[in-house]
């Protein structure tokens, strides 16, 4: 058995003295899909963003791909890293965001190249080519040439998961990727992270969309309060939770 | 639609009585400034002629605006040349302001609480003194550091030297001055522009592993300009009026061309017309400039840009024409 791509142990972190993870142990193994759900404030998205770094974790073990995310160990001591390698790092985790961030000023096909040209270096035809690839592989064939603010919520989420994809990510990571739409358009978001997973993606999902959780999910792991509640297969702890919070959370969220 | 039987009910539109009072009013005080400002009138000084052998006197009729020694003074080279030293002052001043003040509100967001202290120290200073005062000081600056030297104070290193009063001309060290003080507020501009720009964006940007300074010029810069051009070309026309100082500390720009003319012929208010008249020349090719930039750095942010002035005439005129033709009443069509 290969080492898993992301191995969280007893991470911990805190907001002004509130502690928002207590001790947080998690395993992702390669291309498996993993939902962390749990009531807002639990510390899932926290999680999420500590993964890649947009977050400094205070305490305990973070690995992507058996490497430190942010520290480098020397001598039995954490050295943070310089700005350009954690960036160098960030740039083979790919994140999609509750509110697609997509940059307004640039249009859809900029929004899939900027990266490749500007981190990765490639030339402006390579990156074309792929962003014009992965904008058919999620149906935005011809909107290269728009802007975001004329995309639906829909639409523009796509677009943030195909700029994603473009830096040939090892890991993607999705932050509530369809809290922010209307309920007529999850469905098409949901559709291309399922082809997605299907492709033998490693993903971790933060979301309350229990059915994709269900249906395409191999573990989903239970935040509240700063800690994992209950974790395994979703088959087995969706339909018979163990534990009382998930039976009180899941009462509220079905 | 409405219909009543078969003819389509027309919609007529409120009349606004109170709207064509104030247009009359305002009409007439209108046709009372161009009376005043293009029509002749009686002067003091009488004019005779003799008509059949009779002596006839009467007042010469001329214009309260003298506008013919505005004509003849508007292209005089002095003027010309004041123009240019303006808009020189202007130039170099706003670039100098724009990179410093940029690099001011950079550094005052800085984590480091030595670099944001400093930037606002720089602030601090420049926005607390009077305009006229820093321009004094730097026509002064000669007295003060007769040699320049830049280098590692008390270890006796020089990178660079010169000499203040042979190399430094009065007028660049206005543009200095100018620039400087100009800093301080275009750093509260270009801060205000930074800040306004979505964290999420800035998020989006790190994690496809843009270096802080990529994500700066890639994509906080560049949505920032939106906020920051406004007011920037308010500082622009701002700039070009306060070089009007630099008359204080002997540089003949547009204002001392006029009134180096004027303190000889006596003829001050057509010569401070022709200096207004530039100037609102000016003014009007900077707006245009901020319009159509502003335009640019707008992509993206709005579903369709705004109508350039020329579209807006020519919609607004089509308009005008659709008007008249249904003046009776406005059409109600599906």
Known sequence: ?254 | MTTNGDATVKVVPVRHYGRWVGVALVGLLLAMVVHTLFFKVASAKMVCHVVSGARVCHHAMVFRYQWNIVGQYFFTSEILHGLLRTIFLTVVAMVLGIVLGVTIAVMRMSPNRVLSSIAWTYTWFFRGTPVLVQLLFWSFIGAVYPHLTLGIPFLHVTFVHFNVNTSLTIMEACAIGLGLNEGAYMSEIARAGLISVDEGQIEAATSLGMTRRQTLRLVTIPQAMRVIIPPTGNEVISMLKTTSLVSVVGVIDLLGAATNIYSENYEIIPLLIVASLWYLLVTTVLSIGQFYLERRFARGALRTPPPTPIQRLRADLLGVGSKFRTRRGLEVSP
Do not use: W
């Open chain 1, 1 to 254: 058995m290969s080492e898993p791509m992301v191995k969280i142990r007893g991470v911990r972190k805190s907001y002004n003295g509130i502690e928002v993870l207590k001790g947080v142990d998690l395993n992702v193994d390669r291309g498996e899909v993993t939902c962390l759900i749990g009531p807002s404030g639990s510390g899932k998205s926290t999680l999420l963003r500590c993964i890649n770094h947009l977050e400094k974790h205070d305490s305990g073990e973070l690995r992507v791909d058996n490497e430190l995310v942010g520290y480098e160990m020397r001598n039995g001591r954490l050295y943070e890293l310089t700005d350009k390698r954690v960036c160098e790092n960030r740039s083979r985790i790919g994140m999609v965001f509750q509110r697609f961030n997509l940059f307004q000023h640039l249009t859809v096909l900029e929004n899939v190249t900027v990266g490749q040209r500007k981190v990765l270096g490639k030339n402006r035809e390579d990156a074309s080519e792929k962003a014009r690839e992965l904008l058919a592989r999620v149906g935005l064939k011809e909107k290269v040439t728009s802007y975001p603010s004329q995309l639906s919520g829909g639409q523009q989420q796509r677009v943030a998961i195909a700029r994603a994809l473009a830096m040939d990510p090892k890991l993607m990571l999705f932050d509530e990727p369809t809290s922010a739409l209307d309920p007529e358009l999850v469905g098409e978001v949901l559709e291309v992270m399922k082809d997605l997973a299907r492709s033998g993606m490693t993903m971790i999902v933060v979301t309350h969309e229990m059915g994709f959780a269900r249906e395409v999910a191999n573990s989903v792991y239970f935040l509240d309060g700063g800690v994992i509640e209950e974790s395994g297969d979703p088959r087995v702890i969706l339909s018979t939770p163990s534990s009382e919070r998930l039976k009180s959370f899941l009462s509220k969220v079905l």
